[in-house]
């Protein structure tokens, strides 16, 4: 296992059940940093005390949202047996309050996130094992007095440094980027999740703008082919992966950009023979130049219930599958079904299904290259970022670029995933609408009666309420492109062996970062001169072409 882990304190206490001091005493002694070692003096440790007719409980905030579990250490206390306990971990304030299969939603699927357990006497218990920032604990013994010397969150990741980076003149945008990188690297566990409560597993669409995530900020991870290769074995052909069409296309398109980015020709070598049973498996889903695909049809929840919408995406994906499949194959010299994988496209290409009034469509028809951008871009572009989706979002900000529309672009970041950050979100969501944002509560405090809970209250599908994941890698989008399109990292050629920069800054008036390559970090630096000009600054390794 490459992770490691990191006790945490609390940072604050946001809630406490008794106020006055007399079952909750010393609370804050838990916001102090410890060494989770138990000890035969009573010295500065919190107390809670209960009766026959009242329970003791505290909430605590952690201060943002991590993978791990809770360590717990124990004083010297006068019974000598174990003391029971109530256990709440939450994304939100709401979570972490709310009951189990509650008319909020909450549940212990994939991870348990609400129990009993006994602590022991004068010693430390570790559990826990999901995606949190909050911690409510209720002492469930009557008549018990429970020390507690330490409380501290386990926080499991990956110890792998970020190199790639941006900085810019507006601090929201740098806010933001940081978050999608941290959302993904929370997701970098023994495989590449989703979620880090739900559904912690291997969803290879939701991996795509992750793994784009991690070619931009932590280059090569192992993670990536290993998930990619878990995806792989589980799916005997003609089966699609997750049970989805467009997930194994997904795979495709992964595997396309993976090996741009990382050059690793005797992995992409490895993929051969399932890689060209998939494109032939693809090929065969053509019916008079369309698509007909079986299994789950499916681009994202938000759009799921708009079959023509599906329809549109599903044939741009075709066309962008087997134009990926082409290329590795060409570069596998797999020369008869390279041509194959043409000829299907171009067959694919005289069939340009509607928009279907969704943006999600929209933008894959433009990626596609079978709908002008500018096109698509109007239908984008109406009501700002009203309609965007955490998923598809990031491709919707790819049309968009295709389109030129990069000022609008930056502006949609900042609107809708800016709004999760004002709603005090530490991670990017499963799901996220502006309308949200009317009259909302925010999710690291107590929600007052005359707001609205943003977590109880919204979601659909399989995220309903409190079941919604509040930190999940799919929502990523806007990190890998700002570097790529703001930034302007473009990658030409395999294993980064030329790198186009071409920025665009809008209203911004700087731009630095750093991007990694198979051969070290190409620096970057833009500066808007006072007559509108970008002033350009590169070091790069010198095995990688620069192109202006």
């Given at each position: 296992?490459?992770?490691?882990?990191v006790?945490?304190?609390?940072v604050?206490?946001?809630w406490?059940?008794?106020?006055t001091?007399?079952?909750?005493?010393?609370i804050?002694?838990?916001?102090?940093?410890?060494?989770?070692?138990?000890?035969?003096?009573?010295?500065?440790?919190?107390?809670?005390?209960?009766?026959?007719?009242?329970?003791?409980?505290?909430?605590l905030d952690?201060?943002r949202?991590?993978y791990?579990g809770?360590?717990?250490?124990?004083?010297?206390?006068?019974?000598?047996?174990?003391?029971?306990?109530?256990?709440?971990?939450?994304?939100?304030v709401?979570?972490a309050?709310?009951?189990?299969?509650?008319?909020g939603?909450?549940?212990?699927?994939?991870?348990m996130?609400?129990?009993?357990?006994d602590?022991p006497?004068?010693g430390?218990?570790?559990?826990?094992?999901?995606?949190?920032?909050?911690?409510?604990?209720d002492l469930?013994?009557?008549?018990?007095?429970l020390l507690?010397?330490?409380?501290?969150a386990?926080?499991?990741?990956?110890?792998?440094p970020?190199?790639?980076?941006?900085?810019?003149?507006?601090?929201?945008?740098?806010q933001?980027?940081?978050?999608?990188?941290?959302?993904?690297h929370l997701?970098?566990?023994?495989y590449l999740w989703?979620?880090?409560?739900?559904?912690?597993?291997v969803?290879?669409?939701?991996?795509?703008?992750?793994v784009?995530?991690?070619?931009?900020?932590?280059?090569?991870n192992?993670?990536?082919?290993?998930?990619?290769?878990?995806a792989?074995?589980?799916?005997?052909?003609?089966?699609?992966m997750?049970?989805?069409?467009?997930?194994?296309?997904?795979?495709?398109?992964?595997?396309?950009?993976?090996?741009?980015?990382?050059?690793?020709l005797?992995?992409?070598?490895?993929?051969?023979?399932?890689?060209?049973?998939?494109l032939q498996?693809?090929i065969?889903?053509?019916k008079?130049?369309?698509?007909?695909?079986d299994?789950?049809?499916?681009?994202?929840w938000?759009s799921?219930e708009n079959?023509?919408?599906?329809h549109?995406?599903?044939?741009?994906m075709m066309?962008?599958?087997?134009?990926?499949g082409?290329?590795?194959?060409?570069?596998?010299k797999?020369?008869?079904?390279?041509?194959?994988c043409?000829?299907?496209?171009?067959?694919?290409?005289k069939?340009?299904?509607?928009?279907?009034?969704?943006?999600?469509?929209?933008?894959?028809?433009?990626?596609?290259?079978?709908?002008?951008?500018?096109?698509?871009?109007?239908?984008i572009?109406?009501?700002?970022a009203?309609?965007f989706?955490?998923?598809?979002?990031?491709?919707m900000l790819?049309?968009?670029a295709?389109?030129?529309?990069f000022?609008g672009a930056?502006?949609?970041?900042?609107?809708?995933?800016?709004?999760?950050?004002?709603?005090g979100?530490?991670?990017?969501?499963?799901?996220?609408?502006?309308?949200?944002?009317?009259n909302?509560?925010?999710?690291?405090?107590?929600v007052?009666?005359?707001?609205?809970d943003?977590?109880?209250?919204?979601?659909?599908y399989?995220?309903k309420n409190l079941?919604?994941?509040?930190?999940?890698?799919w929502a990523a989008g806007?990190?890998?492109?700002?570097?790529?399109?703001?930034l302007?990292?473009?990658?030409?050629?395999?294993?980064?062996?030329?790198?186009?920069?071409?920025p665009?800054?809008?209203?911004?008036k700087?731009?630095?970062?750093?991007?990694p390559?198979?051969?070290g970090?190409?620096?970057?630096?833009?500066?808007?001169?006072?007559?509108?000009k970008?002033?350009?600054?590169v070091?790069a390794p010198k095995q990688?072409k620069?192109?202006r």
């Amino acid at each position: 296992d490459p992770r490691v882990r990191v006790n945490l304190p609390a940072v604050r206490v946001v809630w406490q059940s008794d106020p006055t001091g007399s079952q909750i005493i010393n609370i804050n002694r838990l916001l102090k940093p410890g060494n989770g070692q138990a000890e035969l003096i009573n010295k500065d440790l919190a107390v809670l005390k209960s009766d026959k007719n009242s329970e003791p409980a505290f909430l605590l905030d952690f201060g943002r949202e991590i993978y791990g579990g809770l360590q717990i250490t124990t004083g010297l206390m006068k019974v000598k047996k174990p003391t029971k306990v109530r256990i709440r971990f939450g994304e939100s304030v709401s979570e972490a309050m709310s009951e189990v299969d509650g008319s909020g939603g909450a549940t212990n699927d994939h991870a348990m996130r609400d129990f009993i357990i006994d602590l022991p006497w004068l010693g430390g218990l570790e559990v826990g094992n999901t995606g949190f920032r909050f911690v409510r604990i209720d002492l469930l013994t009557p008549d018990t007095e429970l020390l507690l010397k330490e409380i501290n969150a386990i926080f499991i990741f990956r110890d792998v440094p970020y190199l790639g980076s941006f900085h810019s003149s507006d601090e929201r945008l740098n806010q933001i980027w940081q978050t999608g990188a941290y959302t993904v690297h929370l997701n970098m566990q023994q495989y590449l999740w989703d979620g880090i409560k739900r559904d912690k597993l291997v969803w290879v669409g939701d991996m795509h703008p992750e793994v784009m995530a991690i070619n931009s900020v932590f280059g090569y991870n192992e993670v990536v082919p290993k998930s990619l290769d878990l995806a792989r074995d589980a799916t005997p052909l003609p089966q699609w992966m997750n049970g989805i069409s467009s997930y194994s296309m997904w795979w495709i398109l992964i595997q396309r950009d993976w090996y741009y980015h990382q050059g690793d020709l005797k992995y992409l070598q490895s993929q051969s023979e399932y890689l060209t049973g998939l494109l032939q498996q693809l090929i065969s889903k053509i019916k008079d130049g369309k698509e007909a695909l079986d299994g789950n049809r499916f681009l994202d929840w938000p759009s799921s219930e708009n079959k023509e919408a599906v329809h549109a995406g599903l044939q741009a994906m075709m066309i962008m599958a087997l134009q990926a499949g082409s290329e590795l194959c060409s570069i596998l010299k797999e020369t008869k079904l390279a041509l194959a994988c043409d000829g299907a496209v171009s067959l694919l290409k005289k069939n340009v299904p509607a928009m279907a009034n969704s943006k999600q469509a929209a933008a894959l028809l433009a990626l596609a290259g079978i709908l002008p951008a500018e096109r698509a871009n109007q239908l984008i572009s109406e009501n700002g970022a009203r309609g965007f989706s955490t998923f598809y979002g990031y491709y919707m900000l790819q049309a968009k670029a295709l389109a030129g529309d990069f000022d609008g672009a930056i502006d949609n970041i900042k609107e809708y995933w800016g709004g999760m950050l004002d709603l005090g979100a530490t991670t990017f969501w499963e799901d996220f609408d502006l309308s949200w944002k009317e009259n909302a509560g925010r999710i690291d405090e107590m929600v007052p009666d005359v707001k609205i809970d943003v977590h109880a209250t919204y979601g659909a599908y399989c995220y309903k309420n409190l079941r919604h994941s509040l930190a999940h890698g799919w929502a990523a989008g806007p990190t890998s492109w700002l570097t790529t399109h703001v930034l302007g990292v473009k990658v030409l050629a395999p294993g980064c062996k030329t790198v186009k920069i071409e920025p665009h800054l809008g209203d911004l008036k700087f731009v630095n970062g750093s991007f990694p390559t198979p051969f070290g970090l190409i620096k970057i630096s833009h500066l808007k001169m006072a007559d509108g000009k970008i002033k350009t600054s590169v070091v790069a390794p010198k095995q990688v072409k620069i192109v202006r």
